[in-house]
């Protein structure tokens, strides 16, 4: 009797396992599979002091397949200076469902 228990409690830990791999992963996967690509264009960039050290963030703009347009901060952000020009074109994947779920490719070099 003993056996069997260890046994359906080492699958319940395995089952467990894999609901919480799956719960941490299904956001990447459910992206990838519904995120659409456009251009999008670098058009300002917002000057930040932390701590002493001054960082700039790409406020970037891209039109949705609606034709609404968006503008947001990007996550990213260079030291002292910003790494592209204003204008610099970028390639924008987002989730249509969720436009605040997207992810922005960068040019390999701008100057």
Partial sequence: MANWMEILLQILCIVAL???IWWRIKPAVLFKKRAVETRGTIVNWLKTNIGGKVYFYPMIEF???EGKRIRFKAS???EREPMYKT???VIIKYDPKNTDRKKVAYPKKSR
């Fill in 76 to 78: 990213e952000r260079s």
């Fill in 63 to 65: 039109v949705d397949r």
């Fill in 18 to 20: 894999l609901l919480i």
């Fill in 87 to 89: 204008g610099t074109e």
